[in-house]
């Protein structure tokens, strides 16, 4: 007797033959959108498989985040680009989710409908100040240095500025500050976007301090990263020493967390090493430990700018769950900057139709599975509805994360499958029934080819300057590019 | 030859993202023999910052990447480290691919 299983496998067996196969679109071609599209191509046999993205170019973060001078980082597309390419699956870049193309539009032309669109926006602080001019996001400056067409005007002023201060001591941190620091000839010869190095080249910032609530045995950096911007020519490193005696606490997290205790050693070692006196035109990176942001401060021969962060000292005091979190003591003191850069974090976008958790900035899900937005009783599951990456998890992690996440994902579609949840014998339009409605819009839509093409001109053009690439970095030359 | 290659040579799914250049942690491999473990040279200290990273590290852990193969090592096991907890249902076995 031929068991569920038995006969399920059959079937999807039977329907390799094309007659009516599993239309997935996943939105969102970084990371968490190729290994979904991988892992989906590998696990259902006949599946169709749409990756669409508001760009013309793939990759998300692999291209726009990822810091020019970490080439090695990047290497993951030629694997994402493989996936591209299957014969199953379609890469359609410049098509918008909620403009292009609705949320429930696409939920009707396809089976499964995974988003991964990532996490678009920031946390604010929602502290006095902060829409000064001279104050911007972390991801707004990467953008802005990585070519992202919507960043290319930012102009941020590197030439009035003497001093930055970075809030937050994560990766993304730690990369703004070894871009505004690193010697430019170092940079000149990466896929840095033209603009920036410019700008970069004519940079007065003498002083950049990376800010934490937190101690040295918190920072959220990660020992390559850290190591790196230690050993930037002609750099000074100031690290108070007072604020490397741990609490026993302390003691107890570096015990039990490898990556806390190598940064805590490579903190601890760069403030003992007591190297030659300042010398005059080196810069300077100052980490400065247990400070939260008050307020900011408008300068007064500049009306408008920010001149000051108003910082409080903290300590810290275990939460309920025992985690050591800054609690404000009162004290407080200013660091005198012309420019600030916010890294505590990215924050999701909500579109119509789908929904969302905004405290937490994510879709609410089970293992991938969104969750309806129910009137109060057990959850209610939105079918046919996934999600994977930052949008599933919140912004954290690295790269390969994104592995285990999509394969928990993809999984949870496999056992929906199996149970019947997901009407696999419907007729559902898929690829072509997208095409139709954007060519309907006149939406144009950018194949896989046509991203191959502009990445042609980049490489071409950057061959021209001794870079790997030089990046199209407007709407306008892009869009011309890809049909050349 | 690494690890990493004598998988990829083999069919076996062993990611490698940064395609051996030290840059990401999905090659992760467990060397399931203390013995063998300890005829390895040790991790660098670029290494040791992408095993920071790994999922599932273990005290056996390397990167396969940065293991070279050598008559020495003639024997040698290696466990890929389970990526999901949960992936039977009713029986159902993924398809080696």
Redesign the interface.
Known sequence: MA???AVTRFLRRFSALSINPLRVCIVGSGPAGFYTAEKVL??QEAAQVDVIDRLPTPFGLVRSGVAPD?P??K??V??FSRVARHERCSFLGNITLGSAISLPELRELYHVVVLAYGAESDRTLGIPGEDLSGIHSAREFVWWYNGHPDYKNMDPDLINTHTAVILGQGNVALDVARILLRPTEELATTDIAEHALTALRRSSIRKVYLVGRRGPAQAAC???EL?EILGIKDLHIHIQESDLLKSPADEEELKNN??HR?VYELLSKAATTKASLPVGDHRELHFTFFRKPDRFLESEDRPGHVSRVHLEKTCLKGDESGKQIAVGTGEFEDLKCEMVLKSIGYKSVPVDGLPFDHRRGVVPNVRGRVISESSGDSAALEPGLYVCGWLKRGPTG???TN??CA??TV?SI??DL?KGLLQPSAQKPGRDGLLQLLDDRNVRVVPFSGWERIDSEERRFGSLRNKPREKLASWDELLKACSD | MSMLEAAHENDIEL?G???G??????CHVIVMDMQYYNKLEDPT??E???L??A?G?TDTSRLGCQVIATPELDGIRLAIPA??R??A????V??P?
């Open positions: 068991t569920l299983g590998k696990t970490h090695e980082t290497i993951v030629n694997q990660t020992a390559k190591r490898r990556i190598r690295i790269i390969g592995l285990q394969e928990e999984s496999s056992e199996e | 990611e993202a940064c395609e250049s030290l840059a990401c942690s999905t200290d670029e040791n910052d992408m920071d990273l999922f590290l990526a999901t949960n992936f249902v009713d029986g159902y993924p398809k691919h």
